[in-house]
């Protein structure tokens, strides 16, 4: 007759050890690699040119040849756009619309609105919206 506690205690720590399986389990799959920077919902966003069919290798370059920074670009690595930009911003010693730093640049609005964002996180570039213009001025720091 003393056996029936033990058999409701040991049930019970079974289904709260089931409980907090299935809560970690959730919780691990709920953040996908790729979802980091996606904080809108839906599809994660590609850069321009990234991989369409599950055939293509992410992180590879494409098979077209030509321009370095572009080809980097399209691979979502905007190390060799920030070089670029940096360049322009200095030899004009102003701030610029990022429109002006497009056409100076010719790069892509994508290519340089993602080079700006990792330059403004680590405060290479200054990025302050401009409501008369309707865009951003930036300016090297």
């Not at 599950?54 to 920030?82: H, K, N, T």
């Not at 701030?95 to 405060?123: C, H, I, N, S, Y």
Request: aromatic share 4%; hydrophobic share 40%.
């Amino acid at each position: 007759m003393a056996i029936w506690p033990i058999v409701l205690i040991l049930g019970l720590l079974a289904v709260i050890v089931l409980v907090v399986v299935v809560v970690v389990l959730l919780r691990r799959n709920r953040q996908q690699p790729g979802d980091r920077w996606n904080t809108a919902g839906g599809q994660p966003l590609a850069p321009p040119g990234a991989p369409v069919s599950a055939s293509q290798i992410p992180g590879q370059p494409q098979p077209s040849s030509g321009d370095p920074v572009r080809q980097a670009a399209q691979m979502g690595d905007y190390l060799y756009c920030e070089d670029t930009i940096l360049e322009v911003l200095h030899q004009k010693g102003r701030p610029m619309t990022q429109k002006e730093v497009r056409e100076d640049t010719g790069l892509t609005e994508q290519e340089v609105a993602g080079a700006l964002a990792f330059m403004e996180e680590r405060a290479m570039v200054k990025r302050t919206w401009d409501r008369g213009q309707s865009t951003y001025v930036v300016e090297a720091t």
